[in-house]
Structure formats: structure tokens, C-alpha cells
């Protein structure tokens, strides 16, 4: 991470966010790492020189430890951005320890969300727990919600042939949410969207997509890549948003219908 970012101009010193903490510039954007409630500092930024809320509080098993160096929370290595598998915040994580880079260890580092106070581990780069992969879409009915949620869960952890297995199931939570009947085939499913006006032709072949790929990681021995998968997940994601988010968007924006029946 480069959490000092190009110090090369004379630009002064963003000023402190609520919280009192300083930023300093990071290259993409992140939140106050102060937890909950949030000052509102939440632009490019992490904390300088503080009391680093996600380094406190903790037991360090340090002493008689061999090879062991101890830093200050202000090292440039002390905090790691992620998006957060627990709390699903993009956020500017404080290193709790790593190992020596410079012994020729395996790299690995053991970070706390400072939002949610949980936990994670980057075995050379690789996040453990993995964050979701995918968009997050809004407005969405409990059942298509939750599988949804483990279709990007599944591509997070590169089970890419669960994950369209789930995606095409969605075509029948999506249909059935939207009155069909359980139990039919899914080219049905996607022409009863299609002539309920959920979907438009145009939407058609994409839309398909989602039902084909699942085909051929039910019914076929080679398993899915992850472009396809990531591919099918997108489709998903994209015929979720126009069926429910944008929906569910626009009513933030409408009045409620008088009680007196004038507009
Ligand atoms: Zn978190």
C-alpha cells in the first residue's frame, strides 16, 4: 500500500475530520477508520498519527517470540485498504501483525476491519475470508436476496460452477416473485419476464445467457471459468437491478399519495 501517497507538491495538509484525526492523501478512496458512528471524514484519506481505534484493545503475544519487531501504528505498513467480507465497508484496515518480508517468510497479514472489529487474513495478497464478488443490488425480495448473496459468495471463493448454478436459479425466484408458477422449465421462466414486461427483447439474449451457462455447468463435465462465471454474475446482477433496484430507487423519490386525492 502506498498510504503516503505523491507528497511531491506544496499542497497544504487536508484538515482534520471530526474525529480530530488528520488524513493523509491514500490513492483510492476510503472511510474514516474511526468506528461507529462515523465522523464525516470519507474521502481519500487515513489517519496519520492517532490512536489507531483498530490497533487497540489487543493482546500482543510478542514476548520471547523469536525474530519479532515491534512498529509504530503510524508505519507505513500499519494499515491496509480492503473491502471488508464481514461488514461489506470499503475500508482502511489496521495491520495487527505481518510476517518479515525481509526473513523471507511467506507473506501474510492479520488485519481488523475498524468498522466491524472483525477480522481478516492476506495470505500473499489473497484475502481470507473473500469479500463478495459482484455488485450489490438494493431493493431486492428476502428469497432472491439470499441467493443473490450466495451466487457472489460462490464467485468469491472461485466456485465458479456453484455460482451459475445459482444464477440461473434466480430466473425462477425472479419469475415466480413476479407471479408465475413453480416448477417450469427456465427458457418458460424467461418468457414469462419477457411478456410480463419485467424484461424487453433487447434484454433477451443476455438474459438467456444466465439460463445457458447454467445449463452447461449442470449438465457438463468442464467446470466454469471465472470470466464466464463473472460474465453470468454480471448479467444477474444487471437484470436484478432493472427488475428491482430501479423500482425500489424511484419510490425514494415519490410523494405519498395524498390522503385528500389532490395532486
Ligand atoms: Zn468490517
Known sequence: MHHQGGASGAAPPPPPGACGLRPIPVRRAARCPVPRPRCDLNYMSVIQSCAMPGHGGIYHYLQNAPNAISRDVAHAEAHDQFVCPHCGDSVVGAVIAAT???????????IRCPSCHQGVVKNTGMLAPSAPAGEAVDGLPPDVAAAYAEARNCAGVRAYTACELICRKILMHVAVDKGDAAGKSFAQYIDYLENSGYTTPTMKPWVDLIRTHGNVSTHEIPPADSGRAMGTLAFTAQL????????????????????????
Open 100 to 110: 518479515r518480508q525481509d526473513a523471507g517468510l511467506v507473506g501474510v497479514q492479520w
Open 240 to 263: 436484478l437491478k432493472l427488475v428491482y433496484e430501479m423500482d425500489f430507487k424511484v419510490k425514494q423519490f415519490m410523494s405519498p399519495p395524498s390522503s385528500t386525492g389532490t395532486p
